[in-house]
């Protein structure tokens, strides 16, 4: 049972490049999260999905964006990268609204240089 | 906006020392209240959450949170820590007709034998 995976793991990429976090989840869950989570901070949510094709925006969405074609992928690009975005990335998700419990994936820790 | 906040940042004890984390949140109504945890290098876990029904709540390893309506608390208890409670603790809050988690800053826990 993989549950949540993420990748990459760790990732290092320079100012102005694009990237993409993937998140994968094997429980068909509905929702699905991304947070960044930094030091002061705790975690912050960037944005959210309901279900395929629905996303929405979280506390700090910009400079991202994400889709959701599929119900298990959940993909997170920054569009140009910045130094503030350096941070560590987890992915969420919850099976559905009246649980509100989510299960979260093992990070990815990004650094942009 | 929605806040929640753990006023505990650093807390550091001794083996069988007994824990108490603060959690409060700012807003009224319906709430559904969760502590994670994450050890280090893992990714987050639920210790436990409240939704509704008897105000203590029992999670796993032994840990208990409270929820206070009039305090608009929900402070995390061990009457006995051990090494590996060693951890970062983070409150998050629902607010029942909403699909997101908000999360605290987090309290970090050092346990020394």
């Known amino acids: 049972d993989a549950g949540i995976t993420q990748s990459p793991r760790y990732k290092i990429t320079e100012t102005g490049r694009q990237v993409t976090l993937m998140c994968h989840q094997t429980w068909s869950h509905s929702y699905m999260f991304w947070y960044r989570q930094d030091l002061g901070h705790g975690l912050r949510l960037i944005y959210y999905?309901?279900?395929?094709?629905?996303?929405d925006k979280g506390e700090v969405p910009d400079g991202y964006v994400v889709s959701r074609s599929k119900t298990e992928n959940f993909p997170l690009t920054l569009e140009s990268a910045t130094r503030s975005q350096t941070s560590v990335y987890f992915c969420?998700?919850?099976?559905?609204?009246?649980?509100?419990?989510?299960?979260f994936g093992p990070g990815t820790r990004l650094t942009v240089t | 906006a929605q806040s929640v906040s753990q006023h505990n940042h650093h807390v550091i004890l001794s083996e069988a020392a007994s824990l108490e984390l603060g959690c409060n949140y700012s807003?009224?109504?319906?709430?559904?209240l969760f502590w994670y945890v994450q050890y280090p290098g893992q990714h987050l876990q639920l210790l436990l959450k409240?939704?509704?029904?008897?105000?203590l709540v029992k999670g796993i390893k032994g840990f208990e949170a409270e929820f206070i309506k009039s305090k608009f608390s929900f402070n995390l208890r061990k009457p006995s820590v051990q090494w590996s409670d060693t951890a970062e603790y983070f409150c998050a809050v629902n607010k029942g007709n909403t699909d997101k988690l908000i999360f605290g800053t987090g309290t970090r826990l050092q346990v020394f034998p």
């Open positions: 999905s309901a279900a395929a094709d629905i996303t």
């Open positions: 969420a998700s919850s099976p559905d609204r009246s649980s509100y419990e989510q299960y």
């Open positions: 409240y939704f509704s029904g008897d105000p």
């Open positions: 807003y009224g109504g319906t709430v559904n």
